[in-house]
T-cell receptor, first 114, second 113 residues
């Protein structure tokens, strides 16, 4: 089955530690995205990548880093510089369908920083 | 800039009631419009879409019409089920970068038997 996998589903870390969230897709999509979801704020874009070895900052990139060494993988590192990292993180990938990109989402990782 | 405004929830309905979730947008040009649904503990799934004015998107009994004159894309369903309980997000493409989506804050729907 094609899809997007995120692991782990739940993640707990101590304050001050860096943590890396995994995102893998086997849909052969060129573009991948990371979003953060907080209650009452919808989804906010952290980083996105339109092609391997290239990525752009989204609206809330501070305190996060990414890499795109392979087409199918787009890991997100939450660094100690992120002031409030506890949130639900969603990864997506997309394929162009005419005038827009249809985005497909993974199941998410809930990060709790203690 | 581009933005999406959704009605605040939760929306609470009895089974078989009529559903409307309002969505209005601000954008230059002609963005594509989407409704996504998020079931508890899961990621988002595309529910329906419309790419130009007067287009009607539909899926699983849900409908939404792209109204350019009122900059709206309201979600409707004639008879909701308990299984429709979820959070619904309205979104549009950023006309300056169509690889990006701009989301509303989401509206929680609760349907009771």
């Amino acid at each position: 089955d094609g899809g997007i996998t995120q692991s782990p589903k739940y993640l707990f870390r101590k304050e001050g530690q860096n943590v890396t969230l995994s995102c893998e897709q086997n849909l052969n999509h060129d573009a991948m995205y990371w979003y953060r979801q907080d209650p009452g704020q919808g989804l906010r874009l952290i980083y996105y990548s339109q092609i391997v070895n290239d990525f752009q900052k989204g609206d809330i990139a501070e305190g996060y880093s990414v890499s795109r060494e392979k087409k199918e993988s787009f890991p997100l590192t939450v660094t100690s510089a992120q002031k409030n990292p506890t949130a639900f993180y969603l990864c997506a990938s997309s394929v162009r369908e005419g005038p827009y990109n249809e985005q497909f989402f993974g199941p998410g990782t809930r990060l709790t920083v203690l | 800039g581009n933005s999406v405004t959704q009605m605040e929830g939760p929306v609470t309905l009895s089974e078989e009631a009529f559903l409307t979730i309002n969505c209005t947008y601000t954008a230059t040009g002609y963005p594509s419009l989407f409704w996504y649904v998020q079931y508890p503990g899961e990621g988002l799934q595309l529910l329906l879409k419309a790419t130009k004015a007067d287009d009607k998107g539909s899926n699983k009994g849900f409908e939404a019409t792209y109204r350019k004159e009122t900059t709206s894309f309201h979600l409707e369903k004639g008879s909701v089920q308990v299984s429709d309980s979820a959070v619904y997000f309205c979104a549009l493409t950023d006309v300056y970068n169509t690889d990006k989506l701009i989301f509303g804050t989401g509206t929680r729907l609760q349907v009771f038997p």
